[in-house]
Each structure stands twice: as C-alpha cells, then as structure tokens.
C-alpha cells in the first residue's frame, strides 16, 4: 500500500493505493461525507477489487485532509476528485481504464464527475439517493445522467431509498441499512461479479 498526496484547486487531497497483481484497470474510491476509509464496504471493496485485478486508489477530499468534518460544496468536491483522477491516471495508471466509485456522498461525486473524468464504470455503495423525511431532496439525476455501466450497491432498509435499474444500471440490493456492515460477504460477491462483467467489456 502506498499513499499519495495530490494538489486540487482547494488543497491537497490524499489517495491510499492498493495495487492488484496484475491490474488492468483502476478503481477511484470516494469516501462518505463523515466518514473515512475505514468504511467495512470501503474495506471490502478494494479487498475485492484487487482480487479481481483492480487496482484500488482510496481518495480522500482536502476538506478531511485539513480535519474539518463538514463536507465542501459539490463544485468543490467534483473539482477535487477531477484534479486527483487525472493525477493518478498520469503518474500511476497510465493507458489503464479508470472506474470511479465511492461510498455515499463519495457515490454522488462519482456519478457527477464521470463523464468529464473519463469513467469506463461507476460503482456506487449506498446511493443516498433522498435524505430521510426529505423526499423532495431526491438525489436520482446524478445517478440517471451517468451513461457508462454503473453497479449500485444499497441496503435493503437503507432509509435513503432504493434506486431503480436500468439498462446501463444493475442495482444489487443486500441485508442491512446505509452502512452496508450486515453483510459485507453479500456487497463482495456484488462487487466481484460486476468487475468480472466490466473487465470483460474492457478487455
């Protein structure tokens, strides 16, 4: 594992790499708004991802960077997340395919940022597609403009919602609620399954 730093447009970013034996592609991990890498479907993601043949860059905004808890504005996260993708596709994953994903708030910036990153996929564990007790605070444009194959990972009684699937979105749904720690066996075989799916298309 080695860890990075990488300047943004509103400060340094850091990004945890995991390297597969043999990677060919990349996955781009976001974190939840509050939350950090130590997420148990964050943990076994990039397990699964490096089994698979997947590199793992684990990302973390400047906003947690500096040790503030409040997330920043999204043009602000997208802007970030653009700049540390373009970075590590240069300097470590170059010519290889990049997958964005995240957990949360780290999904929404994903599906924000795909097209104008370049994604060949995006994976998305616990869309928080509308906030409890705020239906008209709905979320789905993000995750209905992404074009490219898309996974959505979501806890049966998420009280953030279920998405729905569509022809470029399989939405997997497992035991438990927003964090995703019922059954972290279950989120791993989703995982898997779709990066054998999507390596395939990119092969």
Not at 41 to 55: E, F, K, N, P, Y
Not at 98 to 124: D, K, N, P
Request: aromatic share 6%; glycine share 10%.
């Amino acid at each position: 594992m080695t860890r990075v730093e990488v300047d943004t447009p509103y400060g340094a970013a850091r990004a945890e790499l995991h390297s597969a034996a043999e990677g060919r592609a990349a996955l781009l991990l976001g974190h939840g708004a509050g939350g950090g890498f130590e997420a148990e479907d964050l943990v076994c993601a990039v397990r699964t991802a490096t089994t698979s043949g997947v590199h793992v860059a684990l990302v973390e905004q400047p906003y947690r960077v500096a040790g503030r808890r409040a997330p920043a504005p999204a043009r602000q996260l997208d802007a970030c997340w653009l700049a540390v993708a373009e970075d590590l596709g240069q300097r470590w994953f170059p010519e290889l395919p990049l997958i964005f994903g995240g957990r949360s708030s780290g999904a929404r910036v994903a599906c924000r940022t795909a097209e104008a990153g370049g994604a060949s996929a995006v994976l998305c564990l616990a869309f928080p597609l509308r906030p409890p007790g705020k239906p008209d605070k709905d979320r789905g444009d993000e995750l209905f403009a992404v074009e490219v194959p898309t996974l959505v990972v979501q806890g049966e009684s998420d009280p953030f919602g279920e998405p729905e699937p569509s022809t470029n979105r399989e939405v997997v749904l497992v035991p438990g609620d927003h964090s995703l720690r019922a059954d972290t066996g279950a989120v791993s075989r989703a995982v898997a399954e779709w990066l054998g799916r999507i390596l395939r298309l990119l092969d």
